[in-house]
């Protein structure tokens, strides 16, 4: 290519970008102009509700409808998602808690669902995040919720047993863990390697091929694995890009999740009901007399009606022993005439129902 050539390209590229601008603060203004709206129509002691859930899966959705390339639907719909983010923090910034410290797959959750114009706030532990929602010290809270090669993640389904919060979104993120390493770290002598028991998990076939005599320590969180190894020689982290670049470690392997399509759910939790878009998802949690045929019971409903299950997970009710309730995601919104029948022919039979949230099927 000439330089010509390339000076000419640029002058257009610069041309593209002023519109962009212009367009850009244009959408900012009618964001701003959204707030006044809300704003004036409050009724006496409501609220303000900035942030709308529903509109901003349907914004995304659109935005990938009518997408022609070259850029995939996904990053287009990215660069919308932090446009958007950006819109929403001159309305009012969100504050959102996830589970820290900084650096883990739940911040980048966090980010991807709400892009990085929000105050976001790492808690030490899953119930953290939880209280700081029920205490409203903050808008929203991101726990991880399952993983597609490990499974549930125990502590948020039980915390969810305790505290009264309505599930306002998801997240999927595919999940790629790398061996991390410091400056000083003498590759021929790593004697052990820190990561989250979920992680070290995820990539036990890989570790059982590479360092099967070497020590996996168990720790709180893959950035704080990552943060040990910065000041040790003999040591290396399993975790992702985020604490990757934030402890400024080295990728001594890449990629070394034994099933490439790991993945884990997030769950977005707030106390603000979502309205339906048309492509929702409902999760309860139901508990049962312990009978024979009570599962089956709970089950039929969903059948007959052909609601789809995307998920049922069984844990310790912690109120008797042996006693157990169920953590159920299905396909609709509790709002739906079809489902809203489904809910009362459970409740009927049912020791106790709770309705979690209805929410928007995850869109990135
Ligand atoms: O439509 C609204 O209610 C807005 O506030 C505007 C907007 C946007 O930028 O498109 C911003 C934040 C909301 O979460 C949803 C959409």
């Not at 446009?83 to 820290?100: D, F, I």
């Not at 929203?140 to 969810?160: K, M, Q, R, Y």
């Not at 290396?236 to 399509?261: F, N, T």
Request: with cysteine; charged share 25%.
């Amino acid at each position: 290519m000439s330089e010509q050539e390339l000076k000419a390209l640029r002058v257009r590229i610069d041309t593209l970008d002023e519109k962009i601008l212009e367009l850009i603060s244009d959408r900012a203004r009618c964001a701003e102009e959204v707030a006044r709206v809300k704003m004036a129509s409050l009724a006496e002691g409501e609220k303000p509700v900035f942030y709308r859930p529903e509109r901003e899966a349907q914004v995304l959705k659109r935005v990938m409808e009518r997408n022609k390339g070259p850029l995939s639907n996904e990053e287009m719909a990215r660069l919308f998602r932090e446009v958007m983010s950006s819109c929403l923090a001159l309305e009012n910034p969100l504050h959102v808690a996830y589970l820290g410290p900084e650096g883990t797959f739940t911040q980048a959750a966090a980010m991807k669902h709400f892009g990085h114009a929000v105050v976001s706030k790492p808690m030490a532990a899953i119930d953290e995040v939880f209280r700081e929602v029920v205490a409203g010290a903050v808008n929203f809270g991101v726990v991880p919720v399952e993983n597609s090669t490990e499974g549930a993640v125990n502590h948020t389904l039980d915390s969810f047993l305790e505290h009264d919060m309505v599930i306002c979104g998801e997240v999927e993120l595919r999940i790629h863990h790398h061996l991390l390493i410091g400056e000083n770290t003498k590759t021929d002598a790593i004697t052990r390697i820190y990561s989250h028991a979920q992680s070290l998990a995820q990539c036990r076939k890989w570790l059982d091929a590479h360092y099967p005599n070497v020590e996996r320590i168990a720790v709180s969180s893959n950035a704080e694995a990552a943060k040990r190894v910065k000041g040790e020689w003999n040591s290396a982290a399993i975790a992702g890009d985020m604490a990757a670049s934030l402890y400024g470690l080295q990728r001594l392997a890449e990629k070394i999740e034994d099933r490439p399509d790991n993945s884990t759910r997030f769950l977005i939790i707030g106390n603000q009901e979502v309205p339906p878009t048309g492509d929702d998802k409902t999760s309860i949690i139901v508990s049962m007399s312990n009978r024979p045929g009570a599962l089956h019971e709970l089950l039929v409903p969903f059948h007959d009606n052909g609601i789809d299950l995307t998920r049922i997970e069984t844990r310790p009710s912690r109120s008797g022993k042996w006693t157990y309730v169920f953590f159920i995601d299905f396909v609709g919104h509790h709002r739906d005439p079809l489902i809203k029948g489904v809910l009362e022919k459970i409740s009927q039979e049912a020791v106790a129902l709770k309705v979690l949230g209805s929410y928007p099927k995850a869109v990135l």
